[in-house]
């Protein structure tokens, strides 16, 4: 297996932009986690999805910020409209059954 | 006025010792813990789990140990390398859906 996949890999956007960004989990696993990772504020989980539905957002940021799963293969986080204070690593992650968790190699996003 | 980061905990470990490194957990109720390792530009991955019926669980060259009594963790590399040199966090499960919490990390620095 690829493991988890993210896309893009780096992402340089100016403010007001909209950015979508994209994860294929690992085959088979029913839950996905979406993080930003920053300096400041270290690894935060924004949302979680088992089987494909949300179960938990009280870490997105604000209304700016959503998230979807269509279908147990992909999953998008987007930011509308996006602000310089965004910037950070963007991290998925999926998993089978609350077991350890598979990362992706991450989204660099930087919001000029 | 100036931005301050996170306080990233550092451990310099000169390369062939053995490195310890520890964490603290608040919630009593937890019962599943995972041990990841960060390298720089990737993403955090899995080393080693403990559920929270054992006091010990080794690896390949780790070794982790849990504290029910005091709530802590920590995370012991025998004969430490080079490549073992990233930033490593502790992760606890809270009942429910899977959700993972990070701590803050700790930073290794093997000298060579």
């Known amino acids: 297996d690829a493991g988890v996949i993210q896309s893009p890999r780096h992402e340089v956007t100016e403010m007001g932009q909209e950015v979508t960004l994209r994860c294929k989990p690992i085959?088979?696993?029913?839950?996905l986690f979406w993080y930003r990772q920053t300096m400041m504020r270290g690894l935060e989980l924004l949302i979680y999805f088992n089987n494909n539905v949300p179960i938990d957002d009280s870490g997105m940021p604000e209304d700016r910020f959503s998230a979807k799963m269509p279908n147990a293969s992909f999953s998008t986080l987007k930011i509308q409209p996006s602000e310089p204070r965004d910037s950070a690593v963007y991290f998925c992650a999926s998993s089978l059954l609350g077991e350890k968790l598979f990362f992706g190699s991450g989204t660099q996003l930087s919001v000029l | 006025g100036e931005s301050v980061g996170l306080h990233l905990p550092t451990l310099s470990v000169q390369e062939g010792d053995n490195s310890i490194i520890n964490c603290a957990y608040s919630?009593?109720?937890?019962?599943?813990f995972i041990w990841y390792k960060q390298e720089s530009g990737k993403g955090p991955q899995f080393i080693i789990d403990i559920r929270s019926n054992m006091d010990k669980r080794q690896g390949q060259r780790v070794t982790v140990l849990l504290n029910k009594t005091v709530k802590h963790l920590s995370l012991q590399i025998a004969a430490t390398q080079p490549g073992d040199s990233a930033v490593y966090f502790c992760?606890?499960?809270?009942?429910?859906?899977?959700?993972?919490?990070f701590g803050t990390g700790t930073k290794l620095q093997v000298i060579p």
């Open positions: 992760a606890d499960h809270s009942g429910g859906y899977q959700k993972v919490t």
């Open positions: 085959s088979g696993h029913n839950s």
């Open positions: 919630n009593s109720a937890s019962d599943y």
